[in-house]
C-alpha cells in the first residue's frame, strides 16, 4: 500500500513569507502528526490531528499552525518565516496514535 | 517538563556483535515506547514498541525491554550486521485523548564489516 507522502520534498522561502505543506495519510490512518527535525534540536513533536480534530501540540510559536481535512489529510501552516524555521518538517500517520509511519519529510530553507 | 533522555549518542561495533541502546523517560503517565531506525535522506522507520502493560519484546534480531519503576527501556540489536548501521531514535508517548510523542536526541550506530 502506498506509505505517507509529503509535498514538497524541498522549499526554498524567504524569511517574512510564510508557507503550507502538505501531508497525505496512509489510507485508513485517522491520526496524523508533525514533527520538526533538526540537528540541533532533534525531533520535536508540532501538533497531532485525529478525525479533523488537533489533539495535542507542542511548544511551537502561534505562528505554526495545522488542519485536516475529512480524508485525513493534513497541511501545516508556517507564517511570518524565519531562519531557525530551517529544517526538516516529517509527518507520520497511524490508525490510532500508535505505530506512526513517517513520510520523507519536507525539507525547508528559509533564506 | 516532558524529556527523553537517550544514550550513548554514538557507539560503534564490530558486525556480529550487539548493540545496546538505552532511554530515560520522565513522564510516569507515559504508556508507549517506539523505536525508530532513519536512514540518510529518508523519514523514521518503526522497527519495534512497546506498552507499558509488558516488560519485554523480542522480534527476530531486536529486542526491547521496559522498566517501568524506575522509567527506563532499552534497545537490544543482537548479531549486527552493516546496513543495521543508521540513527536510532527512542520515544516516549501517552495516550491522553491524544498522543503527544517525546523523542530521545538519537543514537548513531555504525556497524563494520
Known amino acids: 500500500k502506498a506509505g505517507v507522502t509529503q509535498t514538497p520534498r524541498y522549499l526554498i522561502k524567504t524569511r517574512g513569507q510564510q508557507v503550507t505543506l502538505s501531508c497525505s495519510p496512509i489510507s485508513g490512518h485517522r491520526s496524523v502528526s508533525w514533527y520538526q527535525q533538526t540537528p540541533g534540536q532533534g525531533l520535536q513533536f508540532l501538533f497531532e490531528y485525529f478525525s479533523e480534530t488537533q489533539r495535542n501540540k507542542g511548544n511551537f510559536p502561534g505562528r505554526f499552525s495545522g488542519r485536516q481535512f475529512s480524508n485525513s489529510r493534513s497541511e501545516m501552516n508556517v507564517s511570518t518565516l524565519e531562519l531557525g524555521d530551517s529544517a526538516l518538517y516529517l509527518c507520520a500517520s497511524s490508525v490510532d496514535g500508535y505505530g506512526y509511519t513517517f513520510g520523507s519529510g519536507t525539507r525547508l530553507t528559509v533564506v | 517538563g516532558e524529556n527523553v533522555e537517550q544514550h550513548p549518542s554514538t557507539l560503534s561495533v564490530q558486525e556480529g556483535d550487539s548493540a545496546v541502546i538505552k532511554c530515560t523517560y520522565s513522564d510516569s503517565a507515559s504508556n508507549y515506547f517506539p523505536w525508530y531506525k532513519q536512514e540518510l535522506g529518508k523519514g523514521p522507520q518503526l522497527i519495534i514498541d512497546i506498552r507499558s502493560n509488558v516488560g519485554e519484546k523480542k522480534d527476530q534480531r531486536i529486542a526491547v525491554t521496559l522498566n517501568k519503576t524506575a522509567k527506563h527501556f532499552s534497545l537490544h540489536i543482537t548479531e549486527t550486521q552493516p546496513e543495521d548501521s543508521a540513527v536510532y531514535f527512542c520515544?516516549?508517548?501517552?495516550?491522553?485523548?491524544?498522543?503527544?510523542?517525546?523523542f530521545g536526541a538519537g543514537t548513531r550506530l555504525f556497524v563494520k564489516a
Open positions: 520515544a516516549a508517548s501517552k495516550d491522553s485523548g491524544g498522543f503527544k510523542t517525546i
